[in-house]
């Protein structure tokens, strides 16, 4: 089945340290999406990529990184200069050129705890 | 102003009920919109997309008013397992942003 999946599900951090969330789809998506959601917040668009090699920042790009070497592979950095990383983080994906409207598939997200 | 918004609710309906949600947007060349459902601690799963001549799926209605920019959604006939919070997205005329709304939350009671 097509799908996108994130690991790990729950990952916990001490203060200082970088780390690098995961997110793979087999959907053949062209476009994939980093977004942050705090506790009874909305989500907010941290990165996204529509094409292998290039991506732009998003609303929330401070102390975040990420790559884009192959298509079906988009992970996420949290550095150190990121002031609360503590929070629920949903990858996405959709078709692009061919879809216009092509909704967003998530993945189950990963539940970042820094201490 | 945001450019996505919605009212957080909670919207408190017992079992049965018709409620009623709206969505407004700013950027009038937006072209395409969805709701999501989230469930809590869970990822967003698209309910419904949004067509210009309003659509049906079931006990869910969907419209868009382009004049006044808002969407809609009417959810008939609630049941318990309705309870979730329901976000409007709203997709860019260039097809690859997407703005979400801060969600409704809906609890739907016995």
């Known amino acids: 089945d097509g799908g996108i999946t994130q690991s790990p599900k729950y990952l916990f951090r001490k203060e200082g340290q970088n780390v690098t969330l995961s997110c793979e789809q087999n959907?053949?998506?062209?476009?994939m999406y980093w977004y942050r959601q705090d506790p009874g917040q909305g989500l907010r668009l941290i990165y996204y990529?529509?094409?292998?090699?290039?991506?732009q920042k998003g609303d929330i790009a401070e102390g975040y990184s990420v790559s884009r070497e192959k298509k079906e592979s988009f992970p996420l950095t949290v550095t150190s200069a990121q002031k609360n990383p503590t929070a629920f983080y949903l990858c996405?994906?959709?078709?692009?050129?061919?879809?216009?409207?092509?909704?967003?598939?998530f993945g189950n997200g990963t539940r970042l705890t820094v201490t | 102003r945001k450019e996505v918004e919605q009212d957080p609710g909670p919207f408190n309906v017992p079992e049965g009920a018709t409620v009623a949600f709206n969505c407004t947007y700013s950027?009038?060349?937006?072209?395409?919109f969805f709701w999501y459902r989230q469930d809590c601690r869970k990822e967003p799963k698209l309910l419904m997309s949004?067509?210009?001549s309003g659509n049906e799926d079931g006990r869910f209605t969907a419209q868009l008013n382009r004049a006044s920019q808002y969407i809609s959604l009417l959810i008939r006939d609630s049941k318990l397992s309705d309870s979730a919070t329901y976000l409007c997205?709203?997709?860019?005329?260039?097809?690859?942003?997407?703005?979400f709304g801060g969600g409704t939350r809906l609890m739907v009671k016995p």
């Open positions: 959907l053949n998506h062209d476009a």
């Open positions: 997205v709203v997709k860019n005329n260039a097809g690859n942003m997407l703005t």
């Open positions: 996405a994906s959709s078709g692009l050129r061919a879809t216009y409207n092509s909704p967003l598939h």
């Open positions: 990529s529509q094409i292998v090699n290039d991506f």
């Open positions: 950027n009038s060349a937006s072209q395409s």
């Open positions: 949004v067509y210009s």
